[in-house]
């Protein structure tokens, strides 16, 4: 088992991944955009949506600059389906509280992300896919914000 550690900070457009307390990555929303960054190990990777109505989003290594591998959110279920390299994995959320999440292959659970604070957290993992950990950070700042959305949406009904 693997273990590590991401902290971002509440108003934060960045998550910094951790290994044995040294920093081995870092998860970067760019600012007024859908766009994030994200680099590992001294990959570098860009996570892109296509359209406004485009329910995922292509991974590119900024290396190559090729298309690597794709995510789509399904925001009724909060489960995502990552694909790279041919390779099927799933997200999903393991709570009803959004505090834990797992990654998946063929039912097999290969990392199990845990909240720890307001947006910090640990995970555990039995693979060592860098870019699955990114892409599993990537999930779960998704899904926190379409969170945020509507809950800010319910109040707004609530107190018109």
């Known amino acids: 088992m693997i273990n590590y550690k991401w902290t971002k900070g509440f108003f934060s457009s960045t998550s910094e991944l951790y290994s044995s307390e ?3 990555g870092e998860l970067k929303k760019e600012a007024f955009s859908t766009t994030f960054y994200g680099m590992i190990n001294e990959s570098h990777y ?8 485009d329910s995922g989003m292509d ?3 900024l290396k190559s600059k090729n298309i690597i591998g794709r995510i789509t959110f399904n925001s009724w279920n909060a489960k995502t389906q990552i694909l790279l390299d041919n390779e099927k994995f799933e997200w999903k959320s393991d709570s009803c509280w959004n505090n834990k999440w797992s990654i998946l292959e063929d039912n097999k ?17 039995t693979t060592t896919n860098d870019l699955l950990l990114i892409t599993g950070l990537l999930s779960i700042n998704y899904y926190q914000k379409v969170a945020a959305f509507i809950i800010i949406m319910t109040s707004i009904i609530i107190n018109s």
Request: hydrophobic residues 40%; positive net charge.
């Open 46 to 53: 860009k996570f892109m949506k296509k359209g406004l109505f």
């Open 59 to 61: 991974i590119i290594d």
């Open 22 to 24: 040294k920093k081995i």
């Open 109 to 125: 659970k290969l990392m199990e992300f845990k909240k720890s604070g307001l947006s910090d957290g640990y995970i555990k993992a």
